[in-house]
């Protein structure tokens, strides 16, 4: 298949902790959850796990086994949890955390692994586009939010809101009744959204960062069909210019109030999925992997 893929930091001088790859049959998101100037027992950061999870990810689905997604989760949690045991309490709540959406090809079907609030789209030809999100996030969220969506971004009011915000949401993360996010334990894997759907009713998949479905969940600047039709016309980066142009012109959130006036910004566009009928036998259309930054 062919992946385009668009990434973009929240700010230029600070790390992006979104990220996403491609092996020629499938494509992660991972979109890290963390705020500078709250505690935390971890000393990699947040960066660091979500590169280390998003490779540990793509090296078990280039083996293209069909392995229960899942499965392949967990067996990165339990990796990349692994590499730094030693040095960090991995099991508090304040150690990193992320989101992962996992869109693969698997003969004739294309399976999907949602957990914590990234989006997908599946593009299904001549029907709405079908969003996959996990939503227990923004459902226990938004019980604790009132006070940092009340003052203006960049304020001392709204920093201290926000870490208190972040804080209490620390206390939910990973327990029934709360939300589910990668983190250090592999058993969560079990809590994400999962399905499969045939390649044939398929145009095409989206995955994004919270930072880039904004556009539409936050923003409301477009619906979803507007946003692949835009996807298509412009390519991710598309998407994330105008989510830009969007945050500089509420840089304190008074009309769109939220949590970070600017986020990082990540897109994955799958199309031209493999032909599995090929008249060659071969089973596969030719493979393009692109990056635009």
């Known amino acids: 298949m062919q992946v385009v893929m668009a990434t973009s930091p929240a700010k230029p001088d600070q790390p992006n902790e979104d990220f996403t790859g491609a092996v020629p049959n499938a494509v992660v998101l991972l979109d890290g959850a963390g705020l500078s100037g709250t505690t935390s027992t971890c000393l990699h950061g947040v960066a ?28 990165a949690i339990a990796q990349v949890a692994d590499a730094h045991r030693d040095t960090c309490d991995i099991s ?16 004739d079907r294309a399976d999907y692994l949602a957990l914590a609030d990234s989006v997908l789209v599946l593009d299904h030809a001549g029907n709405a586009p079908e969003v996959v999100s996990d939503g227990r996030v923004d459902a226990v969220g938004s019980r604790y939010r009132a006070a940092m969506d009340a003052t203006p971004n960049g304020s001392p009011e709204h920093d201290r809101s926000l870490r208190e915000y972040i804080e209490t949401m620390r206390v939910h ?25 045939p390649v044939s009713g398929l145009r095409g998949a989206v995955l994004l960062s919270d930072g880039a479905s904004r556009i539409m969940d936050q923003f409301a600047l477009a619906d979803w069909p507007a946003v692949l039709a835009l996807i298509a ?24 109030p939220r949590a970070k006036a600017y986020d990082d910004a990540t897109l994955a566009w799958c199309t031209r999925f493999p032909d599995r009928q090929a008249a060659d036998g071969s089973g596969f259309t030719p493979e393009a992997n692109m990056i635009e930054r």
């Open 48 to 75: 660091w796990y979500t590169r280390r999870l998003g490779g540990a990810l793509l090296a078990q689905l280039a083996a293209d086994d069909g392995q229960d997604l899942t499965a392949i989760l967990g067996q």
């Open 92 to 107: 508090d709540p304040s150690s990193p955390s992320a989101t992962v959406t996992i869109f693969r090809i698997n003969d």
């Open 173 to 197: 993360r990973n327990r029934p009744g709360g939300f589910w996010v990668a983190a250090d334990d592999p058993g969560v894997a079990a809590e994400a959204l999962t399905g499969s759907r």
């Open 233 to 256: 016309a412009e390519g991710p980066s598309g998407i994330i210019r105008r989510v830009r142009t969007a945050e500089a012109g509420d840089p304190q959130g008074r009309r769109w």
